[in-house]
T-cell receptor, first 119, second 112 residues
Framework: GAVVSQHPSRVICKSGTSVKIECRSL??????MFWYRQFPKQSLMLMAT?????????EQGVEKDKFLINHASLTLSTLTVTSAHPEDSSFYIC???????????????FGPGTRLTVL | AQSVTQPDIHITVSEGASLELRCNYS??????LFWYVQSPGQGLQLLLK??????LVQGIKGFEAEFKRSQSSFNLRKPSVHWSDAAEYFC??????????FGDGTTLTVKP
């Protein structure tokens, strides 16, 4: 089956620093990837839609200058949390749509998530 | 706008008992519906999905779900629960752009 990886799985950083999270589709091409955040005991909230070769589309209330998204290739999207603060601590999950001929574009494959802790 | 309601925040069942997790959705057209399972600190695993066709959908790990358009529901069922099924379950509705909206989740506890 389709596999999506995220790196790192856990990161701890100091307040004010920037953190980059990578999302890779390992065995398929993904023109579209999604970034979610999840607070403890809560559901996934869509932050933005990442499109290969173009600007990301952000959901209402998500600061695009704080959460920088780059989708430079068909298998990689990155989320950079800039000037991180403790309230940015969360579980960040990406997903990818299989845009290949053999895939169902309406199915998302999820990464294992990245736990960000900002001290 | 699409939305999902999972009325049960927490459900406890005995091992070997049957399970039903409820999901109601709101969507303007024919929805794409999904059930995912999440273990603590992990990502989401797709259990099953409905796009069209047969309204009773079979998934992995012995789960099934039934799409009922008249009730706007997509309830998840399993005839006999195993201790390893304890986890968080999310119902989601998606559109043809791949954008999904998730319910708040139901925590399943399995008693020995």
């Amino acid at each position: 089956g389709a596999v999506v990886s995220q790196h790192p799985s856990r990161v701890i950083c100091k307040s004010g620093t920037s953190v980059k999270i990578e999302c890779r589709s390992l065995d398929f091409q993904a023109t579209t990837m999604f970034w979610y955040r999840q607070f403890p005991k809560q559901s996934l909230m869509l932050m933005a839609t990442s499109n290969e070769g173009s600007k990301a589309t952000y959901e209402q209330g998500v600061e695009k200058d704080k959460f920088l998204i780059n989708h430079a290739s068909l298998t990689l999207s990155t989320l950079t949390v800039t000037s991180a603060h403790p309230e940015d601590s969360s579980f960040y999950i990406c997903s990818a749509r299989d845009s290949g001929a053999g895939g169902r574009s309406d199915t998302q494959y999820f990464g294992p998530g990245t736990r960000l802790t900002v001290l | 706008a699409q939305s999902v309601t999972q009325p049960d925040i927490h459900i406890t069942v005995s091992e070997g008992a049957s399970l039903e997790l409820r999901c109601n959705y709101s969507y303007g057209a024919t929805p794409y519906l999904f059930w995912y399972v999440q273990s603590p600190g992990q990502g989401l695993q797709l259990l099953l999905k409905y796009f069209s066709g047969d309204t009773l959908v079979q998934g992995i790990k012995g789960f099934e779900a039934e799409f009922k358009r008249s009730q706007s529901s997509f309830n998840l069922r399993k005839p006999s629960v195993h201790w390893s099924d304890a986890a968080e379950y999310f119902c989601a509705v998606g559109n043809n752009a791949g954008k999904s909206t998730f319910g708040d989740g139901t925590t399943l506890t399995v008693k020995p």
